[in-house]
């Protein structure tokens, strides 16, 4: 274990600690954005396998114009044991 987490888990009475590392990334465009419209095979897919591997896609209009779409991918998650 890390010795500063660890220091820290003494001093404050704490039994588990969890560090989670994540990926998150986005595309932007500064175009019309997708406005109302219905969501295609094409977005359903990419949303589809985004949960096959446990991460999130959000799609939406962009401030200013255009359409943003981002994916936080989880990495890693690790529980260290019990102090």
């Given at each position: 274990?890390?010795?500063?987490l660890?220091?820290?888990?003494?001093?404050?009475?704490?039994?588990?600690?969890?560090?989670?590392?994540?990926?998150?990334?986005?595309?932007?465009?500064?175009?019309?954005?997708?406005?109302n419209?219905?969501?295609?095979?094409?977005?359903?897919?990419?949303?589809?396998?985004a949960?096959?591997i446990?991460?999130?896609l959000?799609?939406?209009?962009?401030?200013?114009g255009?359409?943003?779409?981002?994916?936080?991918?989880?990495?890693?998650?690790?529980?260290?044991?019990?102090?």
């Amino acid at each position: 274990m890390n010795p500063t987490l660890s220091r820290n888990a003494e001093t404050t009475a704490v039994n588990s600690t969890r560090i989670t590392i994540s990926r998150k990334d986005r595309v932007r465009d500064n175009g019309r954005g997708i406005g109302n419209a219905a969501e295609g095979a094409g977005i359903r897919g990419m949303r589809e396998r985004a949960l096959l591997i446990g991460a999130e896609l959000t799609l939406g209009p962009r401030p200013g114009g255009g359409t943003e779409v981002r994916l936080h991918v989880p990495t890693a998650t690790k529980a260290p044991a019990h102090v």
